[in-house]
T-cell receptor, first 118, second 117 residues
Framework: AQTVTQSQPEMSVQEAETVTLSCTYDTSESDYYLFWYKQPPSRQMILVIRQEAYKQQNATENRFSVNFQKAAKSFSLKISDSQLGDAAMYFCAYRPSTYYNQGGKLIFGQGTELSVKP | DTAVSQTPKYLVTQMGNDKSIKCEQN?????MYWYKQDSKKFLKIMFS???????INETVPNRFSPKSPDKAHLNLHINSLELGDSAVYFC????????????????FGPGTRLTVL
């Protein structure tokens, strides 16, 4: 069974600095999707970034970028120029590509609570 | 325009009661999901529906019964509520079939916080 591990329960960053959140996963599949979601205190789940496993290029979305290491099964999120509004719980998620066997479900990590200091 | 909406946002009820949570998406997606987030914020899939057909039932007690009247709606009915059912329940949707960028990305509703007393 696939698993996702976020080994940092809490992280802290100074405003305007850069922080990296770690995520590792375990799978025997070669094709899949990876996501980072943000959950602020409002509890809304907000998509931050997505990565298709067959793409070697790392995804970027403005101040957010990933370091996708397929062989190492690692998918870290880098937040540059951190802002107070980035404070939230961040979840790493894995989606198997075999839709009809696994129904497209997301498998989540435990989450990393990010605080941003002014 | 709200993409994925859920009602109610908060639900407080007594043990043993039956309650429903409604979900609607206006994204034209073909697949909808229910996730449960427990008190430690861990998120886990409960159900997945594609074009009104149940695809996943992730070992959820049969007191939980999802119903999809059409592609845009997925409701969750819970019978005989127990203390352990207290959690935040999220509905999500995605487009599985067809091509296009952003396919397979799941968009979440605002969540329903269920408290069982």
């Amino acid at each position: 069974a696939q698993t996702v591990t976020q080994s940092q329960p809490e992280m802290s960053v100074q405003e305007a600095e850069t922080v990296t959140l770690s995520c590792t996963y375990d799978t025997s599949e070669s094709d899949y999707y990876l996501f980072w979601y943000k959950q602020p205190p409002s509890r809304q789940m907000i998509l931050v970034i997505r990565q298709e496993a067959y793409k070697q290029q790392n995804a970027t979305e403005n101040r957010f970028s990933v370091n996708f290491q397929k062989a190492a099964k690692s998918f870290s999120l880098k937040i540059s120029d951190s802002q107070l509004g980035d404070a939230a719980m961040y979840f790493c998620a894995y989606r198997p590509s075999t839709y009809y066997n696994q129904g497209g479900k997301l498998i989540f990590g435990q989450g990393t609570e990010l605080s941003v200091k002014p | 325009d709200t993409a994925v909406s859920q009602t109610p946002k908060y639900l407080v009820t007594q043990m043993g009661n039956d309650k429903s949570i409604k979900c609607e998406q206006n994204l034209g997606h073909d697949t909808m999901y229910w996730y449960k987030q427990d008190s430690k914020k861990f998120l886990k899939i409960m159900f997945s529906y594609n074009n009104k057909e149940l695809i996943i039932n992730e070992t959820v007690p049969n007191r939980f019964s999802p119903k999809s009247p059409d592609k845009a709606h997925l409701n969750l009915h819970i019978n005989s509520l127990e203390l352990g059912d207290s959690a935040v329940y999220f509905c999500a949707s995605s487009q599985i079939g067809g091509g296009g960028q952003g396919r397979d990305t799941q968009y979440f509703g605002p969540g329903t916080r269920l408290t069982v007393l």
